[in-house]
């Protein structure tokens, strides 16, 4: 992927095709518009006609300039354009996603799991394994734990079916079962988080928000439609 600030090209080898673009303009200038079918005049207007050198039509200047714009937009769609582009970790880095599923991250839900599959989708396109974890409890009675590492395209229907619970997020439980579980070394960590503190202290949050760092670059939003906030 190249990427050139907020604008980035999955395919960028398509690019090289705007070299071209010269030569692309030199053939249609060289190229004279199609002949149009003129009715002959009569003959007495033609003795009044007054020979002059003539020269080779061509193609008027801005119709040259809107076929290369076609041209370039074409070459562009083709190297595929991401806008505001999740910046890629090294190549095989792991994404750790953490989503506070309890009662209080209903608000939004479908936007914040939108938000998530979007950032496996990046994930996927770089080749990067993921992990899930959930901040609430299982209704099952089941301990806390995260996903096993796999491919982010086997978690993007995994995300896409999680539903909130009706109880709050238990983030020092979490903390507690993550640390008897198996995850990567290396990984960059977004945390799609409800905004919201589980005590008066913040604790539990801050504790958490700790331990996510220890297992590489966090990032933290609040809300589907902000910025990602790295902490």
Same mark, same amino acid.
């Given at each position: ?19 071209? @673009? ?14 149009? !079918? ?12 007054? &020979? ?10 801005? @119709? ?21 582009? !999740?910046?890629? +970790? ?5 994404? $750790? ?7 209080? #991250?209903? &608000? ?22 993921? $992990? @899930? ?7 099952? #009675?089941?301990?806390?734990? &995260? ?9 993007? +229907?995994?995300?896409? #079916? ?17 640390? !008897? ?20 202290? #913040?604790?539990?949050?801050?504790? @958490? ?23």
């Amino acid at each position: 992927m190249l990427s050139l600030g907020a604008l980035a090209f999955a395919t960028p080898w398509a690019l090289a095709a705007l070299i071209g @673009l010269p030569v692309l303009w030199w053939l249609l200038r060289i190229t004279p518009p199609q002949p149009r !079918q003129v009715t002959f005049p009569p003959l007495r207007l033609l003795l009044l006609l007054k &020979p002059k050198e003539e020269t080779p039509a061509h193609t008027p200047w801005w @119709l040259l300039l809107l076929r290369l714009l076609i041209a370039a937009l074409a070459i562009l769609a083709l190297a595929e354009p991401i806008l505001n582009p !999740q910046v890629a +970790p090294r190549d095989g880095q792991a994404l $750790v996603l953490v989503i506070d599923d309890g009662w209080t #991250g209903a &608000p939004h839900w479908r936007e914040k799991l939108a938000r998530a599959d979007e950032l496996l989708e990046g994930a996927e396109r770089n080749g990067r394994p993921a $992990v @899930l974890i959930t901040t609430a409890a299982p209704g099952n #009675g089941e301990a806390m734990q &995260p996903s096993l590492l796999m491919p982010a395209a086997e978690l993007r +229907p995994i995300v896409a #079916g999680l539903q909130p619970k009706a109880w709050v997020s238990d983030r020092a439980s979490l903390v507690q079962a993550l640390l !008897q579980a198996r995850l990567p070394d290396s990984a960059s960590v977004i945390w799609i988080s409800d905004g919201l503190r589980e005590d008066e202290t #913040g604790e539990s949050t801050y504790t @958490l928000a700790e331990f996510l760092q220890r297992l590489g670059p966090l990032s933290v939003i609040t809300s589907p439609d902000d910025a990602t906030l790295a902490l």
